[in-house]
């Protein structure tokens, strides 16, 4: 199939969500020479994937590894705590990404990488050449002394650990303590745990009360600040008791107590979110420089191996580490590599003025209300992303609430169908 240049220009300016063009074809076969194989198929990994498809017109072969049949969607899984959402319908399948664009799944682990020869190293099959590489494996934690994820759940990365800690939140009963933490930033999704702190102790307050006690790695709320701040200071100011620089030490997993430099803190339910990094691929794989891996914006190459693009939550840029984010940059990295293989400049002046990148994260504050937080980020010209805009809801409404399905289905849509 030779690739229709025109049609295919169109399309690569075209970063924002939900805004792609329909493949005119189903492309099933592929006999293209260009192999991009994609490592991860969270939210950065299968929008790339479908993304390289749709703007090669299916010419590139496109494999993505991932170790699972489907990938569970982190976005919305503080609700699966409060039982307003349940973790299968957050489910999100490779299917389509087979069925409708040709992409290839490869059920699979990747263990290392060798950036000179452009092969990997899988788990169970043999190693795979490419021509380009994707890695979007999202992050790593940083171990806590004595801390055991099965008795004391991160639910940071959602599937079984988000069904312990809601088992556990059942069993809460008035008068009751949570006590979780914050890890430092940069970490996975900035509001995410102070959206966590308000849907417990909305749970607690409608059982009639109890403590959640909040410890912040960090000198203050990072995001959001307007909202959080308002919530806790407001309807749960006689629940939430708010700690901040706190450093965790040591946990008990079967005491459920946690040592910081703040104090000891005894929980009824315990919830530490550790300190994070990129997943351990990165730095097996040499592609790390501190706990994240450098790229360049532009087409979120490595700075330290060619060839090898990583997006999400994994690279280093001062982007917010988002689902929402992680697809908007492999649409930037998809529409470099494309132009790379098809031997068009990724550095046109037209193309650099429009690279763009957006987040938006919906947080619940309490049963039926949200608010919602939006970043726009644009190339500054020289290296980096630039902050352009942030916004945040005035006040958590039902109106968000309602909001926050249609936008989450987007995104859902948007990176796996
Ligand atoms: C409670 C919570 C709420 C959130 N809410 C929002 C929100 O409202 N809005 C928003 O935009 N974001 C939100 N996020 C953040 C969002 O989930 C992440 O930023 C996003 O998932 C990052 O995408 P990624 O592609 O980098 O990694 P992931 O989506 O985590 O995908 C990583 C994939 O890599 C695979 N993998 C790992 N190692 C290997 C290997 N060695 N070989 C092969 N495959 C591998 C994994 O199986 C996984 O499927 C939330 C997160 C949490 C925890």
């Avoid at 973790?87 to 950036?115: A, C, F, M, P, W």
């Avoid at 190693?127 to 002394?145: A, C, E, Q």
Wanted: hydrophobic letters at 35%.
């Amino acid at each position: 199939m030779t690739i229709n240049r025109r049609k295919f220009i169109k399309n690569l300016g075209i970063a924002s969500l939900g805004v792609a063009s329909s493949p005119s074809s189903i492309f099933a076969n592929t006999h293209s020479s260009k192999h991009v194989v994609v490592i991860g198929g969270g939210f950065g990994g299968a929008t790339a994937a479908k993304y390289l498809r749709l703007w090669s017109n299916g010419d590139i072969k496109v494999t993505l590894i991932d170790p699972l049949q489907q990938h569970t969607s982190c976005v919305m899984s503080n609700l699966v705590l409060n039982e307003r959402q349940k973790l299968k319908n957050l489910r999100l399948y490779y299917e389509t990404l087979k069925q409708k664009y040709g992409v290839e799944h490869l059920k699979d682990k990747v263990l290392d990488i060798d950036s000179y020869a452009q092969k990997i190293d899988l788990k169970h099959g043999e190693s795979i050449s490419y021509d380009k590489l994707i890695i979007s494996t999202g992050i790593g934690f940083k171990k806590v002394s004595g801390h055991d994820f099965r008795k004391v759940p991160h639910a940071w990365i959602a599937g079984s650990q988000t069904n312990i800690l809601k088992n556990q939140l059942a069993e809460m009963e008035a008068g009751d303590t949570f006590v979780m933490s914050i890890p430092k930033s940069p970490y996975r999704c900035p509001p995410g745990p102070y959206e966590r702190a308000c849907v417990v102790a909305d749970m607690l307050k409608r059982r009639g009360g109890g403590n959640v006690i909040v410890l912040d790695a960090n000198e203050g709320i990072q995001a959001e600040k307007h909202t959080f701040s308002k919530a806790f200071n407001g309807i749960y100011s006689n629940i939430i008791d708010y700690h901040t620089n706190v450093k965790i030490n040591e946990v008990d997993s079967n005491a459920r107590e946690v040592y910081t430099s703040d104090g000891t803190f005894e929980a009824d339910v315990l919830n530490i979110i550790p300190n994070q990094k990129a997943n351990r691929l990165l730095k097996t794989a040499s592609l790390t420089d501190g706990d994240w891996a450098p790229v360049d914006p532009i087409s979120y190459e490595s700075t330290i191996f060619s060839n090898v693009h990583i997006i999400g939550d994994a690279q280093a840029t001062n982007q917010p580490k988002s689902a929402h984010m992680a697809n908007s940059q492999a649409k930037v990295c998809a529409d470099a590599i494309v132009r790379s293989l098809y031997n068009l400049s990724i550095y046109s002046f037209e193309r650099l003025e429009n690279i763009t990148t957006n987040s938006a994260c919906y947080s619940p504050i309490t049963y039926n209300e949200a608010s919602w937080l939006t970043a726009n980020f644009a190339y500054d010209g020289v290296s980096s992303m630039k902050l352009k805009h942030i916004g945040e809801a005035k006040e958590w409404s039902r109106e968000n609430y309602k909001e926050m399905y249609a936008w989450a289905n987007n995104l859902f849509f948007d990176s796996f169908y």
